[in-house]
């Protein structure tokens, strides 16, 4: 293996890391589907890793708070880290932080409000089973669901 190999897989992979944050499995993947040389991809992780360039932590960081701000609830999205690859070490420290913070119910008001403004499901059976499917597609458990549409309706 040469080392300029190595350089360039280092400089495609540090590339790659000023986009966005990634995870080891993310990246390896998008190196390897560059065609890029196994042995070069394990040392540019390596290196990459050592500078701290590339940290677990800080992807399932991003990638939570990012999903939260879509709207998911924490378990949900931690969920999806573990499918992209996400270190499960990394994934629960950063989890039971976020869980500390993490109020469910004004979360699940939150996307609710910014669902539906006008609150059409106040009105309409349908559209209130409809919003509740979404939150639930969203990650929230049954009790916070019917606990936001109830003190929604209390309004």
């Known amino acids: 293996m040469a080392r300029q190999d190595v350089q360039a897989v280092y400089s495609i992979a540090l590339r790659m890391l000023t986009q966005r944050e990634h ?15 196994e042995i070069a991809v394990d040392s540019a992780i390596e290196q990459l890793k050592s500078y701290n360039y ?21 378990w949900l999205a931690a969920e999806k880290a573990r499918q992209k690859g996400v270190d499960e070490s990394a994934l629960q420290g950063v989890l039971e932080d976020i869980v500390a913070e993490y109020d469910g119910l ?6 609710l409000a910014k669902r539906d403004p006008q609150q059409q499901w106040r009105y309409n059976q349908r559209a209130w089973q409809r919003q509740a499917r979404y939150l639930r597609s969203k990650g929230f458990d049954a009790a916070t669901i019917l606990e936001a549409l109830n003190l929604e309706n209390e309004d």
């Open 23 to 37: 995870c080891e499995v993310e990246l390896r993947n998008k190196l390897l589907q560059r065609h890029c040389d």
């Open 106 to 111: 004004q979360a699940c008001q939150h996307v």
């Open 54 to 74: 590339l940290s677990e932590s800080r992807f399932a960081e991003a990638f939570l708070q990012s999903r939260i701000k879509k709207g998911e609830a924490p």
